[in-house]
């Protein structure tokens, strides 16, 4: 019920919130302190967290030495806000979990669609305008631990993307509830 919900309507107040919580764990992967977002609204704060990870993923890439590193944590931090999530909305099966990933990613601009057989296919994504595919392929190690929180410990893996040229995101999830 609460999943229906969710896909009708989120507070901004929630939307906010949920955002900041992301914020910090990719403040906290990055091992960086986290800029100051208070009286930004929503879209704002999008905006400067889109900004955060690209200069904090391109530094990360300018150095070379921590990308692994940096890669797990991200993972590892998302992936435990997924499984909060999964506990919170009750999440039992895969379509369940993709449904929850469908409405959290069209919270932040991501056009998420997905199929039965665990085909994805992003349209249209916000962060596209501000990443380059390496700094795409470094941060999706978030999508990642979403994915597989949500799920249970599923697989998201994506096999194109709309940050090194192709006209969509595609990708498959596997694995999971």
């Given at each position: 019920m609460l999943q229906?919900?969710?896909?009708?309507?989120?507070?901004?107040?929630?939307?906010?919130?949920?955002?900041?919580?992301?914020?910090?764990?990719?403040?906290?992967?990055?091992?960086?302190e986290l800029p100051e977002l208070r009286g930004f609204s929503f879209a704002e704060c999008?905006?400067?967290?889109?900004?955060?990870?690209k200069?904090?993923?391109?530094g990360c890439l300018k150095s070379g030495s921590l990308q692994e590193e940096i890669k797990l944590r991200l993972?590892?931090?998302?992936?435990?806000?997924?499984?909060?999530l999964r506990k919170c909305l009750h999440i039992k099966t895969w379509e369940e979990a993709a449904a929850a990933l469908k409405v959290i990613y069209k919270l932040i601009g991501i056009d998420f669609q997905y199929d039965r057989q665990g085909e994805i296919i992003i349209q249209q994504c916000f962060f596209s305008k501000y990443y380059s595919g390496e700094?795409?392929?470094?941060?999706?190690?978030?999508?990642e631990g979403l994915a597989a929180g949500l799920s249970g410990g599923g697989r998201l893996c994506f096999k194109q993307r709309?940050?090194?040229?192709?006209?969509?995101?595609?990708?498959?999830?596997?694995?999971?509830?």
């Open positions: 229906k919900i969710m896909q009708l309507y989120i507070p901004a107040f929630i939307k906010k919130k949920k955002l900041k919580e992301l914020f910090r764990l990719t403040a906290d992967a990055f091992q960086s999008l905006s400067e967290y889109a900004l955060f990870t200069e904090q993923a391109e993972y590892q931090n998302s992936y435990l806000l997924g499984r909060n700094v795409c392929k470094l941060i999706s190690s978030l999508d709309i940050t090194e040229g192709d006209s969509c995101c595609k990708g498959y999830f596997s694995g999971g509830l």
